[in-house]
């Protein structure tokens, strides 16, 4: 059972601001990206450096209670992730978890050999200096015995259903008695649709990044993100102007901030 438990409607906080968000399309949320890069000069390496650390001071609080001090020292994680940008937040998060106390197992979709030159590939080499423990899926393995499941597999860029170790991951994934959080969407899950595919991860909690994605807002793609969390990734309020979207500064209290879903509006108490 998470520790962090949020109501159930925005509306039932009382006195609270509420904000509507807007929801990005996926032409909208590769439009982000372009302009992070091109016109910000913000490289991928940094926006996934914040995403891995927002995601680990998620993944903290949902570990933790308010009777506890040091909630993550030798708390057992297990992080599974992918060769794209998604994999490289949760590997950038395992390493934040491996330096704030927690026993952190790290997964791969894929062996050292097959990850491209690139943002992901150097998050592998920091944890591989740091002997962190690293493993890549294989035949007949399973995942060992953990408080809380990162499933940083495939993110929102999915094209069709999961195949080969990455489906295997997300099966055992879902056989484990251990919450799952997932990173921007559940494996499985086309965020810009809300398409399910086969297999796909049935999360715990979900952080997305720089706004919600319209997919996750359809009812069943809702239903497997479970509690929903928006975070921080850097981007300049200013972006959004180019996109014709009104978004005031939504990160002045904390980084990773908790979203109400109301008849298919996001709500965000201010």
């Avoid at 297990?78 to 060769?83: H, S």
């Avoid at 408080?147 to 994934?173: C, F, K, M, W």
């Avoid at 008695?177 to 494996?187: C, G, H, M, Q, R």
Wanted: aromatic residues 4%; glycine residues 8%.
């Amino acid at each position: 059972m998470l520790a962090a438990q949020l109501p159930a409607d925005a509306a039932a906080v009382a006195g609270a601001t509420v904000l509507t968000l807007p929801a990005l399309t996926s032409d909208q949320m590769r439009e982000v990206n372009r302009l992070m890069v091109e016109k910000y000069g913000i490289q991928l390496l940094q926006m996934m450096e914040i995403a891995g650390l927002n995601l680990a001071l998620l993944a903290r609080q949902l570990l933790s209670t308010e009777d506890e001090e040091d909630a993550l020292l030798d708390r057992p994680v297990v992080v599974l992730a992918g060769r794209g940008s998604s994999g490289g937040g949760g590997l950038a998060a395992a390493r934040h978890l491996l330096n704030w106390g927690a026993w952190v197992q790290i997964v791969l979709t894929h062996p050292p050999g097959d990850l491209p030159p690139g943002a992901t590939r150097d998050q592998f080499l920091l944890l591989q200096k740091m002997d962190a423990p690293l493993a890549w899926a294989e035949e007949g393995w399973e995942l060992p015995p953990a408080d809380l499941v990162i499933d940083a597999l495939i993110g929102y860029g999915l094209e069709g259903n999961p195949h080969g170790r990455t489906a295997d991951l997300i099966q055992l994934a879902n056989s484990s008695v251990a919450p799952i959080l997932s990173l921007d969407a559940p494996s499985g899950i086309e965020a810009a649709s809300g398409d399910l595919y086969l297999p796909h991860v049935s999360a715990t909690a979900t952080m997305t990044l720089a706004l919600p994605k319209r997919g996750l807002l359809q009812p069943n793609a809702l239903a497997a993100c479970g509690q929903l969390f928006l975070a921080d990734v850097g981007v300049p309020p200013g972006l959004y102007e180019h996109l014709d979207l009104d978004v005031p500064p939504l990160f002045a209290k904390a980084t990773v901030l908790p979203l109400h879903v109301r008849n298919g509006v996001v709500l965000l108490e201010a």
